[in-house]
């Protein structure tokens, strides 16, 4: 139970660094690249840092969740934070959030508790192996890669998707990572300064930072959402399972509903994104539209819209 309320707040918090983070990264010149430039820029922005803080917190709480339960319960929970970037958002937009917003944040809602209940997750070991755990991070290293090379390489066209995708398995990697430096202070604190998985985790944290910073210029938010909002869970769920043996409930029915709650969840995320970037449209010289401040959640981009 402590655990799923310090996750709960940890979402609330990296919802509000999400509705600022965003208002600054829309403002910011569209040439700023891909990288530690825009990053450095950004920082320069107090209401970017105001929302820095905020995701700072998000983080800390993160870690106090990750130690008192799985990567598993943990991380699913993390979706909740669409919940209250919602009304933050619209409050920002001066509107308020549509009885269609607030029916597929309930779908969202309704597909995590799905998810949650059927899976039942179970514990695994307090520290994962670190030659399967370094396996694991290595290919998702190898699939986040990949989605930015196709971004800036073959499918310019889903930029902002492939962005998201990647920023999403990052950010997961990290929540792995932060679970395993978390558990190896409290065992052994003196290791974090002499193994790698702390250096790998603030890497793949600066890095995961610059990709969303950069998608939340590429592109729409119906496209970009999605991928990543859905990708961090699934992968931090993945190496839970993989690295720290988490179990999970196997039983054929189990296992359907636990699908079923994953693409309710996915379903809501996509059409709250494709509502809430229809609603923000008012015109590019517009200053609190898309092109000045888009409506927010975490994890947010314009481009070609990809929802259904």
């Known amino acids: 139970m402590v655990a799923l309320l310090t996750a709960l707040l940890a979402a609330i918090c990296f919802a509000m660094s999400s509705v600022l983070q965003q208002r600054a990264a829309a403002r910011a010149p569209a040439a700023s690249g891909l990288g530690m430039g825009l990053l450095l820029g950004l920082s320069r922005r107090p209401v970017w840092l105001l929302g820095f803080v905020a995701g700072a917190a998000g983080m800390g709480l993160q870690a106090l969740a990750l130690s008192a339960g799985q990567l598993a319960a943990v991380q699913p929970l993390l979706v909740s934070e669409m919940l209250f970037a919602l009304p933050a958002s619209a409050l920002l937009n001066g509107r308020r959030p549509s009885a269609r917003e607030w029916l597929y944040a309930l779908v969202v809602v309704a597909g995590l508790a799905t998810f949650l209940v059927s899976a039942r997750p179970g514990p695994g070991a307090r520290l994962a192996d670190g030659w399967v755990l370094a396996?694991?991070?290595?290919?998702?290293?190898?699939?986040?890669?990949?989605?930015?090379?196709?971004?800036?390489?073959?499918?310019?066209?889903?930029?902002?998707?492939?962005?998201?995708?990647?920023?999403?398995?990052?950010?997961?990697?990290m929540s792995a990572l932060l679970k395993q430096v978390v558990d190896q202070f409290t065992i052994a604190p003196q290791r974090l300064l002499t193994t790698w998985p702390g250096y790998l985790m603030v890497t793949l944290g600066l890095l995961g930072t610059a990709v969303v910073q950069r998608g939340y210029q590429a592109g729409r938010l119906a496209s970009s959402l999605p991928p990543l909002t859905m990708a961090e869970p699934l992968v931090a769920v993945i190496v839970g399972a993989v690295a720290f043996g988490e179990v999970f409930a196997t039983a054929p029915t189990a296992v359907v509903a636990q699908v079923v709650g994953f693409v309710l969840m996915a379903c809501g995320v996509c059409r709250l994104a494709a509502l809430t970037q229809g609603t923000s449209a008012r015109g590019p010289d517009d200053p609190d539209s898309p092109m000045g401040l888009r409506t927010a959640t975490r994890h947010l981009s314009e481009g070609p819209t990809s929802c259904p």
């Open 135 to 173: 396996a694991a991070i290595g290919i998702g290293i190898l699939v986040a890669a990949i989605a930015v090379a196709l971004a800036y390489g073959p499918m310019p066209r889903h930029r902002a998707a492939l962005l998201g995708l990647a920023g999403g398995v990052a950010f997961g990697l």
